[in-house]
């Protein structure tokens, strides 16, 4: 097993060095914690957690809430956040968020965990501040909506920006000649689509009067759950004639579902209904037809999720993030490449 030294002889530094990036210190400067980083996962050096530990007094566990571990996205986001952990020498371990549990995990992770990392749940006041009086930082990976309404301790988060991302799908949906656009979200655990359903609401206000909101549906953010009400509404309208034409989707799982659906009532997409998602997971250009997404970057958000989560346990104050991101046209909602809406 490599030893501390090893790790500091390949990167071209001091011992101490090393121990302040393994720390997140930041007196180091970019380029030589790079070096760092490179050398520990190169070598496979892992510090002793067991000595740490007893030295720092803290337990260098991390606990991460999760949705739906069948989600791509959430799978995508944990990837990233446990290789940057492990980085920093801390274990990952994973619980799946239900409604009514924060007493049980209050319970759980008092004197267990250094830090919590959530993506996209709400937390009550009681628990944050409960969290807040033992000092164990939370950070979210995308951004909760505070329950209530408001919120007197704030969680920061690591985000993209909606509101533009979400009026250039809508513009292009225009474009495309489609005027009743639908929205499919997920309501219950999943606060964090209620972020995107705001956004997609004030685009459609920014469009102007000729697009107007044809229907918000409860796709449960799961395939199966968007599938079986596409397949209501389908039903109910006699697969043909809709309230919308387009429909765009909180998460991808929900937009293969209404593809799903649409093929099951022989509708054709773009030409009957056009369909798009929010994350631009792996399967997204891989569906028939494939999905025109906006893109989430999931690896740059659970690192910068994860290292903002350790400069807090450091005493760092870091404020929410920001991050870049585009729309990518694919034939779910490309009109032009088929000649057309039909009906």
Not at 31 to 44: M, P
Not at 45 to 71: C, D, E, F, W
Not at 230 to 247: H, K, P, R, S
Request: contains cysteine; aromatic residues 6%; glycine residues 8%.
């Amino acid at each position: 097993m490599a030893t501390r030294q090893e790790v500091a002889d390949r990167a071209g530094v001091s011992v101490a060095v090393v121990s302040y990036v393994i720390n997140n210190r930041k007196v180091v400067k970019e380029e030589t914690r790079r070096k760092v980083l490179d050398a520990i996962q190169e070598l496979g050096y892992r510090p002793n957690q067991m000595a740490r530990s007893l030295k720092t007094k803290k337990s260098q566990q991390i606990a991460v809430l999760v949705h739906y571990i069948g989600n791509p996205f959430d799978a995508g986001l944990l990837l990233s956040i446990e290789a940057t952990a492990k980085l920093h020498g801390y274990f990952v371990f994973i619980q799946t968020y239900e409604l009514n549990q924060e007493e049980e995990l209050r319970n759980l992770w008092m004197g267990r965990v250094d830090g919590i990392l959530l993506l996209g749940q709400s937390f009550s006041q009681e628990t944050l501040e409960y969290f807040n009086s033992l000092e164990i930082p939370i950070v979210s990976a995308t951004q909760p909506v505070p329950q209530g309404g408001s919120e007197r301790l704030s969680i920061p988060y690591v985000d993209i920006e909606w509101l533009p991302a979400m009026r250039n799908l809508v513009s292009h949906l225009r474009q495309q000649g489609h005027h009743r656009i639908a929205f499919m979200t997920a309501g219950g655990q999943s606060l964090h689509y209620e972020i995107r359903y705001q956004a997609f609401l004030e685009a459609m206000r920014l469009e102007g009067p000729d697009v107007s909101v044809s229907g918000v549906l409860d796709g449960s953010g799961r395939f199966e759950q968007a599938k079986a009400v596409l397949d209501g509404v389908l039903g109910e309208e006699n697969g043909m004639t809709t309230a919308f034409t387009a429909i765009v989707c909180a998460n991808d799982l929900m937009a293969a579902g209404c593809i799903a659906a649409c093929r099951e009532w022989g509708l054709k997409v773009p030409q009957h209904i056009a369909i798009a998602g929010c994350e631009d997971i792996l399967m997204s250009s891989q569906l028939s037809p494939p999905l025109t997404v906006i893109h989430f970057p999931r690896q740059a958000a659970g690192e910068a999720a994860m290292n903002m989560l350790l400069e807090r346990m450091n005493g760092q104050k870091k404020d929410s993030i920001r991050l870049n991101s585009y729309m990518i046209v694919r034939e779910s909602t490309c009109l032009d490449a088929f000649g057309g809406r039909s009906g």
